[in-house]
């Protein structure tokens, strides 16, 4: 089998197990396994070639999507961002992991401190920060709030993976912190297919 083939043959080993996990029910206990499943997969740097996964420029996504169900669940990604790339803190309204593949993401987390009741208002506060590396992960429950920063040390490329996909969570909240404001952060576009994505 070539590289692709041997990668998604253990992409499909694993969303079946992960599937499994998922299908009882999502809490911190059952999204930790989740992340095991996709540290064993990270951990196969063999398989994820920087050269076959350059840097998405354009669109709103750095990503090749490896796997997703017809239903749009289950949604696994190659995620490879230019350098110095950053978002907002933002929520993702599905369970979601990130695991280190090459490079370095930086991860800020924060704690929402308003009660959500007033539409376009949100205050979070930071409460730690996370780099994303190779034998490192981070697993989230749809309402916790994360940003990535990238520096100039790139390439980067890590493992992510929702609980539906990122092409169709329409309702994601991003956060203002000097305003204390919201905004609806938009489904990503501009996804690319990974070579023998299943």
Known sequence: MNIAQQRQALVGEVMINIRAIAERGIDRSSLARIKDEVMRLA??????????????????SSMYRLSEDADHRYAL???????????????????????GVHGREHNKLYRRLDDASEEGVGRVELTGELDIVPGKALAMMPDDVHSIHLGEDGPHLNLHIYGVSIEHIHTRTAFDMAAGTTRTFPAAKGVKVAQGAL
């Not at 951990?43 to 709103?60: H, K, M, N, Q, S």
């Not at 990604?77 to 695991?99: D, K």
């Open 43 to 60: 951990t196969r740097r063999d398989l994820f070639p920087l050269e076959e996964f350059p840097a998405v420029e354009g669109g709103t």
């Open 77 to 99: 990604y190659v995620s490879c961002p230019a350098q110095g790339r950053s978002t907002p803190p933002h929520n993702h309204t599905t369970w979601a992991v990130i695991a």
